[in-house]
């Protein structure tokens, strides 16, 4: 299954989706292109501070708890390591220009972070705009097949050594 989603856990505006991997590159990159859709721009001077962000924090908590509950309804998993089970990430962003697909290492069991640019297994799969759904989904599927696991940073060489 492929899991299509926002960064923030956005209940009012949207769910993740998760969809088979059997869909068509075509499918694929036009759930990519509603994600991006979707995406809206934060004002950094206008959110909470102090304990106006403590309260947001509890609230975004439980919007976090309702997601989980949501998201093992919708894929029929029993629980989040069921759902992450062999799962590869790739991140993607999307400006005027392009479409840009990187991707990044599994670093705990439900949790992933990017790899950084010195590992050399670290890939960037880029589609210009306009792009056609399918270009989108082909991207998205490279990446996804290039995605590396607990990418190990490259060995130290020891001055003086042999």
């Known amino acids: 299954m492929y899991a299509s989603g926002l960064q923030n856990t956005d209940l009012d505006h949207g769910l993740d989706e998760f969809l088979p991997t059997t869909i068509s590159d075509a499918e694929f990159g036009a759930a990519i292109r509603r994600c991006h859709d979707a995406t809206r721009f934060e004002d ?37 390591d069921e759902l992450y089970e062999d799962a590869r990430y790739s991140s993607s962003s999307r400006t005027k220009d392009m479409y840009a697909f990187l991707n990044s290492s599994r670093d705990k069991p439900t949790e992933f972070s990017l790899i950084p640019g010195h590992f050399s297994d670290y890939r960037e799969f880029i589609v210009k705009q306009p792009a056609s759904d399918e270009m989108l989904g082909q991207a998205a599927r490279m ?10 940073p490259p060995p130290r060489v020891r001055r003086g050594s042999i």
């Open 143 to 152: 990446a996804l097949d290039a995605g590396v696991r607990n990418a190990l």
């Open 44 to 80: 950094w001077n206008t959110l909470p501070m102090g304990d106006a962000a403590k309260a947001e924090i509890r609230e975004w908590k439980k919007k976090l708890i309702l997601w989980k509950h949501k998201a093992l309804e919708m894929t029929g998993c029993k629980n989040l």
